[in-house]
């Protein structure tokens, strides 16, 4: 069983920075696969980034690439999402999710476990 716990969400202006964290629990997370997606009201839920169980390997969503930097602490059971330049469009509910293999994956449904999600709001 993995528990996720996010923090660090906000309002910010546009053009600000924020680092969102996602707390896990359990014995497993050096072993995870993360991700971080995000929802925006009336969106659908949708891919942001991931980051494979040893960090080596990461994947970006096409609109938050050279913006955004994923990264994890396993000694910590740690991740993190760093934001900058961001943008009003960014505005959303963000997740964090793992997945029980080291594999990263832009698939929504290939994670088993989610975090209940922190607000950001960028205001233009």
């Known amino acids: 069983q993995v528990q996720l716990v996010e923090s660090g969400g906000g309002l910010v202006q546009a053009g600000g920075s924020l680092r969102l964290s996602c707390a896990a629990s359990?014995?497993?997370?050096?072993?995870?696969?993360m991700g971080w997606f995000r929802q925006a009201l009336g969106k659908e839920r949708e891919f942001v980034a991931t980051?494979?169980?040893?960090?080596?390997?990461?994947d970006y969503a096409g609109s938050v690439k050279g913006r955004f930097t994923v990264s994890r602490d396993n000694a910590k059971n740690a991740l993190y999402l760093q934001m900058n330049s961001l943008k009003p469009e960014d505005t959303a509910v963000y997740y964090c999710?793992?997945?029980?293999?080291?594999?990263?994956?832009?698939?929504?449904?290939?994670?088993?476990?989610w975090g209940q999600g922190t607000q950001v709001t960028v205001s233009s």
């Open positions: 980051l494979t169980s040893s960090g080596r390997g990461t």
């Open positions: 359990g014995r497993t997370f050096s072993t995870n696969a």
């Open positions: 999710a793992a997945r029980l293999v080291p594999f990263g994956s832009r698939a929504s449904d290939d994670y088993e476990y």
